[in-house]
């Protein structure tokens, strides 16, 4: 069967209607995510991501049920006390964008409907905008300020950080002309984003902050054989990033689809922050280590090089800076 945007939208509602009609604490569901955009399917698998706001705290904040072995329902689960503020919410770099765009399925109370009111209300003044950017560029930079006043020793505890630090500028700049990016496609897109506020190089300048320009076809199967690996070792714990593990279709088709496309580094992202995920929440085992610590080492974020390249985080992290205030200045 050929699952369009369309029928998946139909499949969401479907649940919707379902669930609440068996849930009476359900006050709203939303949908959100890549299929409001289009099709969510990256090599043939996707999700549709849902919110289900709760007229208490939740039992629990996320969960996974599948459609399909290649689609699945990918659902928050939300208290209403967070949507009681609206005009904040739309300061909020995932919220704001959330929300704004965000297509109701149930929403008997009107609940969904005030807060969207609310954040869009204007959303796209270049204040607003600002906001939401400032926030996601000022934790990057805080970062990298925190590694001048004390360098990193262990690379098992620094590269998370580092990453997430290069997804927030990444992001700061992406909700500049449009949502923020969710992992799989942040480096499929990123590009687009930066030439759509007058910066074509700014996704290269991306690769190379990964160091994976020169990566061969060759060297980025290899690796993925090994986050399979380590995939597997994960599933043997069950309670450590479960839904991580719940998702490996979802990242596998991906994965496979992008490392064998025309332009690989697209794919280095995901398989790099996945991957990393997966060793940092397994510190104990070493055997997992080797292979992720030899791709570092590649990358040239192991020893002295990772000194430089937080020198070219620094840089990239000026032109991110810079961009968010030509964007957000207003009329001259």
């Known amino acids: 069967m050929r699952f369009t945007p369309q029928i998946l939208r139909q499949h969401a509602q479907v649940l919707a209607e379902k669930e609440s009609k068996k849930n009476r604490d359900l006050l709203s569901i939303y949908l959100r ?6 099709s969510p399917l ?10 289900f706001i709760h007229n208490s705290p939740p039992v629990q904040e996320r969960e996974i049920r599948k459609l399909t072995p290649e689609i699945t329902f990918d659902i928050e689960h939300h208290d209403q006390l967070v949507y009681r503020k609206p005009r904040e919410l739309r300061l909020d770099p995932w919220f704001g964008p959330t929300l704004q765009d965000a297509v109701p399925l149930y929403d008997p109370r009107h609940l969904l409907d005030y807060t969207q009111s609310g954040v869009r209300s204007n959303f796209s003044f270049p204040e607003n905008i600002r906001a939401r950017s400032t926030k996601l560029i000022t ?14 020793h262990n690379i098992l505890e620094e590269l998370p950080a580092f990453l997430a630090a290069l ?5 700061a700049v992406a909700l500049l002309s449009g949502p923020p990016l969710a992992t799989r496609r942040l480096g499929m897109e990123f590009s687009r984003r930066g030439e759509a506020v007058g910066a074509p190089g700014l996704g290269s300048a991306f690769s190379h902050l990964l160091g994976g320009v020169d990566l061969s076809k060759d060297t980025l199967a290899d690796w993925l054989g090994s986050w399979i690996a380590a995939l597997d070792t994960l599933k043997k714990h069950p309670d450590v990033l479960p839904v991580l593990v719940e998702q490996e279709t979802y990242y596998l088709a991906a994965l496979e689809k992008l490392l064998l496309s025309p332009n690989p580094i697209h794919g280095l ?4 922050t996945t991957w990393t995920a997966i060793v940092s929440v397994l510190p104990d085992q070493t055997a997992l280590q080797a292979p992720w610590i030899k791709a570092l080492t590649v990358l ?3 020893g002295k ?12 992290l000026e032109i991110c800076e810079s961009l968010i205030d030509k964007e957000t200045s207003g009329p001259a």
């Open 33 to 38: 995510g890549s299929l409001l955009y289009g």
């Open 42 to 51: 990256i090599g043939g698998a996707g999700d549709i991501d849902l919110v």
């Open 139 to 152: 934790e990057a930079r805080q970062f990298w300020m925190d590694r001048q006043i004390s360098p990193p």
């Open 167 to 171: 997804e927030q500028a990444a992001n």
């Open 269 to 272: 992202w995901p398989l790099l």
């Open 300 to 302: 040239g974020f192991a």
């Open 305 to 316: 090089d990772y000194q430089i390249r937080l020198v070219a985080l620094d840089s990239f």
